[in-house]
């Protein structure tokens, strides 16, 4: 008898779970409390794959011997708690697919830079080896591992993907940072936040390798309570370390198994402090995995960085439009404002995640002549920053943003896109957020 599979969440980890679900042999239900879009309809229907939308029919999820939910899905779910308390077991798709590949696989993780370092990851592996980018980003892990024509894997991993594993164990694990986020979903606890990035590294043997940021406190200060099996490879911007990746010169110095790179910062594609720590966590990568040192240099020079990640979009009259959608946390806008060297108009503003806005009032102060709000609630936006600029703004839409913003820039000034909100009260998510701004700028 087929062991049953239930798929909660019709997205693209769900269709693609339900996919590789049907080729194992499983029989799949995929049931979702929203409705389902077109394209992902089409594909279950043409693969003959049962399911539901808008509500769940109990009777047919409790008889799963696994459960698969989409990493959108909180634990405190009515559906995920009847699950659990019937002891059936709720996984992701990240721990699902994993069990159906002998590919190598690379996860990476960090509140900030995860997109842009999985990204530059890939184009490094690339040219040398037959590698898929999946997790977060792009195509659904499991619908690839259904191919079965991958021998790498590079894997975006956020924290709520990886709430969902119990075996999965990546060959090599990035962590490139820690800064409060999504802390609704974790009881405004930043230490069981934490917990779950490291969680990437909890399957891991001496054989496997652990690539972190040795600059950021809250991993040193975790890495000395912890014990992790896998070999550490520190990357630093401040110290020397004898394995790992540091800067000395104005160069990216790599040394690793008794090889030694160098990469001169200037000729980065992608520029600013984090970006280089981006571009030593991708290279160390690469040269764990023997790519050359040409392949890994010219990968770096011509990599451009990824959409909604600080994207300059236009320039109009002299002002330069920013589309950084991507950062839907505090540290993420921090390195946006940071890296401005123009008066700044700033949109800001979405679902607030418990954030806390104090530690970029320095550089709101310093860099930033206006703000407009773009969310359905901007109390706290406008009690941190009131005071600080000489004007602000609310703004019910996208268009209605880029508008005012138009109004209040002169020439030389930057318009910054950079919502350190998440975006489900008006958006889709991130990328309609970033579109939808691109297209309002496009239209002025």
């Known amino acids: 008898m087929k062991k049953r599979l239930v798929i909660l969440g019709g997205g693209e980890s769900g269709v693609g779970t339900a996919i590789l679900g049907v080729k194992q042999e499983f029989e ?6 929203g409705k389902i879009k077109e394209d992902y309809k089409k594909v279950l229907l043409h693969h003959k794959i049962e399911f539901e939308e808008e509500g769940h029919t109990i009777a047919k999820i409790m008889n799963a011997a696994v459960v698969m ?10 559906v995920i708690k009847q699950l659990k308390e019937a002891d059936v077991r709720v996984i992701s798709e990240i721990e699902f697919a994993s069990a159906f590949t002998d590919a190598t696989i690379v996860g990476i993780t960090g509140s900030n830079g995860k997109t842009t370092t999985a990204t530059l990851t890939y184009e490094l592996l690339k040219k040398e080896l037959n590698v898929a980018l999946g997790g977060n980003i792009g195509k659904s892990f499991a619908e690839q591992v259904s191919d079965d024509s991958y021998g790498h894997y590079v894997l975006e991993l956020s924290s709520f993907q990886l709430d969902g594993i119990e075996d999965f164990a990546p060959h090599i694990a990035v962590l490139t940072n820690l800064s409060p986020d999504h802390l609704d979903r974790y009881d405004y606890d930043y230490d069981k936040y934490i917990a779950s990035k490291f969680r990437i590294t909890m399957n891991q043997t001496k054989d496997d390798y652990f690539i972190y940021d040795a600059d950021d406190e ?76 040409a392949t890994i240099r010219e990968s770096l020079e011509n990599f451009q960085g990824v959409e909604h990640r600080l994207e300059k979009v236009l320039k109009i009259g002299n002002v330069m439009y920013i589309n950084d959608s991507k950062a839907t946390n505090v540290n993420a806008t921090f390195y946006a404002l940071d890296s401005m060297t123009s008066p700044t108009v700033w949109i800001v503003g979405g679902v607030d995640k418990g954030n806390d806005y104090a530690d970029l009032l320095p550089l709101v102060n310093e860099k930033v002549k206006a703000i407009i709000c ?27 943003a880029v508008k005012i913003a138009y109004k209040l820039s002169e020439r030389n000034d930057t318009v910054l896109l950079s919502p350190a909100c998440a975006s489900f009260d008006l ?16 239209h002025l």
């Not at 799949?28 to 409390?33: I, W």
């Not at 990493?71 to 009515?78: F, L, Q, W």
């Open 218 to 293: 809250e991993i040193k200060k975790w890495l000395k309570i912890h014990e992790i099996k896998a070999k550490k490879l520190p990357f630093s911007l401040t110290q020397e370390v004898a394995e790992g990746a540091y800067i000395k010169d104005k160069q990216i110095i790599l040394s690793i198994h008794n090889t030694q790179y160098i990469m001169p910062i200037a000729t980065l594609g992608i520029q600013g402090q984090h970006n280089v720590k981006n571009a030593m966590a991708a290279s160390t990568v690469a040269t764990l995995l023997k790519i050359r040192k």
């Open 28 to 33: 799949v239900f995929v049931s979702d409390f």
């Open 427 to 442: 958006f889709e998510n991130y990328e309609d957020r970033g579109r939808q701004f691109k297209e309002a700028v496009r």
């Open 374 to 400: 773009l969310g359905v609630d901007n109390d706290k936006i406008i009690n941190q920053f009131g005071n600080v600029v000489d004007m602000m703004v609310e703004a019910t839409s996208m268009s209605e």
């Open 69 to 78: 939910k989409s990493p959108g899905i909180p634990d405190t779910a009515p």
